[in-house]
């Protein structure tokens, strides 16, 4: 019996001198864990060195343009100056909610059609620039229909060739841009008040261009064509 205690508490011994004796001792090699509870990471502190970047910081620069999380966001004078869209009267119309026809397209009860401010080749090259980004993947460059999307199976999207879509009201575009439309999701979210005029004013320039005849080239310009032959000289 007391053998077996000797053996136990000699076994005891070691363990309890292999678990605190050897504290102290320096090693190169890194220590064995059973459970490194995430001790050590593979990640920067805060303002410490990388040789990873080239600035020799592991902090980087927020990129340009953006706002970081928690900071203030720009109040609406800030935002409001000098925008590429500060179009005419409604430049201070960013997300409005008002019941107005430039925030709803409405005229009464009815669609109301006119771009309520002037359209100028500033608002065009707006108009052409957020098209493309919002709409022409869907949509097409040209405003077929026949977008990148068409490729990889979203059907039905509206070909604005079509002559219900040349004779719709600039203001129920409006509303379906807003909103969206069936299966074509809203983008009022996205595309500020002015932009979204900007858009439909692009839009009626897709529709003219692909019905022009030879009556809208200049007299001068017209004769190559003008013999009879619809095949354009070279
Ligand atoms: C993700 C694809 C997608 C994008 C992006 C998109 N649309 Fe559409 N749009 C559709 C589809 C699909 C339809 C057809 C909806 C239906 O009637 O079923 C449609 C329909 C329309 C119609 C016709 C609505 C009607 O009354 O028949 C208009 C106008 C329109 N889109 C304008 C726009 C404009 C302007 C933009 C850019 C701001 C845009 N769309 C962006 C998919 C898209």
Redesign the pocket.
Same mark, same amino acid.
């Given at each position: 019996m007391l053998r077996y205690f000797f053996i136990g508490f000699f076994l005891f011994v070691l363990l309890l001198l292999s678990m605190t004796g050897l504290r102290g001792w320096k090693s190169k090699r890194p220590p064995i864990e059973l459970f490194p509870d995430m001790v050590r990471q593979t990640k920067y502190k805060a303002q410490t060195e990388s040789d990873f970047y080239a600035d020799n910081r592991s902090a980087r620069q927020h990129v340009v343009g953006t706002i970081p999380l928690g900071y203030a966001m720009p109040t609406s004078s800030q935002e409001n100056s000098g925008k590429d869209n500060d179009f005419g009267p409604y430049k201070n119309v960013r997300f409005s909610a008002s019941g107005d026809y430039v925030a709803t397209g409405r005229m009464g009860n009815q669609w109301g059609t006119g771009i309520p401010f002037e359209v100028t080749a500033a608002v065009m090259k707006r108009g052409r620039e957020?098209?493309n980004i919002?709409?022409a993947?869907?949509?097409g460059a040209t405003g077929f229909g026949n977008?990148i999307?068409s490729k990889y199976g !979203?059907?039905?999207?509206?070909n604005?060739q079509q002559q219900? !879509?040349r004779d719709?009201a600039d203001g129920?575009?409006f509303n379906? &841009?807003t909103w969206g439309?069936?299966?074509? !999701?809203g983008?009022g979210s996205n &595309?500020q008040v002015p932009d979204?005029w900007a &858009?439909?004013c692009y839009?009626r320039a897709l529709q003219r261009a692909q019905r022009g005849t030879l009556s809208d080239v200049p007299s001068s310009e017209q004769a190559p064509f003008s013999t009879n032959s619809t095949t354009p000289t070279p």
């Open positions: 957020r098209y919002n709409c993947v869907c949509h977008g999307a !979203l059907n039905g999207i509206a604005f219900r !879509l719709m129920e575009i379906t &841009i439309k069936n299966t074509m !999701l983008y &595309i979204r &858009i439909i839009i």
